[in-house]
């Protein structure tokens, strides 16, 4: 099952990620706005590898780095400032 959510609402994103969903992608769409591509998979669990990586929510560019790169968010801590993506490479096992 896919959706998506805008990186501008760190509320939203939480909620769906505390739902099951992982970012898969960070893409302009809806007229050019980016959003998180939400992926939740039914079949099986995700599981991360023990390489994870935070960043800040408005590195964009960071974090498509990481998407390129085969990792996906699957957790989000909000701040003060705003909100960090937890990273991590799916594991295999």
């Known amino acids: 099952m896919y ?3 805008t990186p501008n609402n ?3 994103l939480k909620n769906i990620m ?3 969903f992982m970012i898969r992608g960070l893409k302009p769409k809806f007229g ?3 959003r998180y591509i939400m992926y939740k998979n039914f079949d099986h669990f995700f599981r991360s590898s ?7 929510g ?3 560019i960071g974090q498509i780095n990481l998407l390129n790169l085969g990792y996906q968010g699957f957790e989000i ?3 003060r400032n705003g909100y960090k993506v937890l990273y991590g490479r799916v594991s295999s096992d």
């Open 32 to 34: 050019g706005y980016m």
């Open 77 to 79: 801590e909000l701040t």
């Open 18 to 20: 505390s739902c099951g």
């Open 58 to 60: 408005n590195d964009i």
């Open 10 to 12: 760190p509320i939203s």
């Open 50 to 56: 023990p390489e994870k990586i935070d960043l800040i």
């Open 3 to 5: 959706c998506t959510v």
